[in-house]
């Protein structure tokens, strides 16, 4: 019995050493953030199209997933989503909005036990529509984003997170306009994640 008692105890700290390793203090207790998670984004979406004067801006949402490595205090990943935004503006003749993009981004940050400080970066996609006396013309176009964020873990599985991006399509020639538009946007956002 007493050899049973030895191995549980001896069991249970190497237990309670591998998990330092993944887990800080916060006052839900032990936070991990491993693993595999998926939610939803809403935010509000305003940039600038290039050769233009147009400035689309509209409320956007969407849905995300990625999974989380962590090695103490430090988190890192990979997160992608897609979004459908009503961001768009009109200087006549022309219409200018940004009807959906995805991002596929890495994310690094440090873990104060259930709040995460985090930066992004990645590729992102997404089409640009122009509209004129009747006419349509959409590119999709490939670019690049960058931001940062902080999420707060609510329970063992539940989060919040609030998040800015920046976005940069490139340009595409337009037959409506007549020249090159892309477009370059920020994102403000805020989301809800479940970890599995």
């Not at 191995?7 to 993944?22: E, N």
């Not at 233009?52 to 989380?68: A, D, K, R, V, W």
């Not at 990979?78 to 200087?91: F, I, K, Q, Y």
């Not at 997404?126 to 004129?132: E, H, I, N, S, V």
């Amino acid at each position: 019995m007493r050899s049973v008692l030895c191995a549980a105890v001896l069991l249970a700290m190497t237990g309670a050493a591998t998990a330092a390793d993944y887990y800080a203090p916060s006052p839900l207790g032990p936070y991990s953030w491993i693993g595999p998670y998926m939610g939803a984004t809403a935010g509000y979406q305003w940039g600038w199209v290039s050769n233009s004067p147009t400035q689309p801006s509209g409320l956007e949402g969407g849905i995300e997933g990625g999974y989380n490595w962590q090695r103490g205090n430090f988190v890192f990943g990979g997160e992608a989503d897609l979004n459908l935004s009503s961001a768009s503006a009109t200087v006549a003749p022309l219409e200018f909005s940004s009807p959906w993009f995805s991002t596929a981004r890495g994310r690094g940050g440090v873990t104060f036990g259930n709040v995460l400080v985090y930066g992004t970066a990645g590729l992102a996609f997404g089409d640009l529509r122009a509209d004129a006396s009747g006419l349509s013309e959409t590119h999709a176009n490939i670019g690049w984003t960058a931001g940062a964020g902080v999420e707060v873990g609510f329970t063992r599985r539940w989060s919040a997170k609030a998040e800015w991006l920046y976005l940069d399509f490139a340009g595409s020639n337009f037959s409506v306009s007549g020249v090159n538009n892309g477009l370059t946007a920020n994102l403000l956002r805020f989301g809800v994640n479940y970890r599995f």
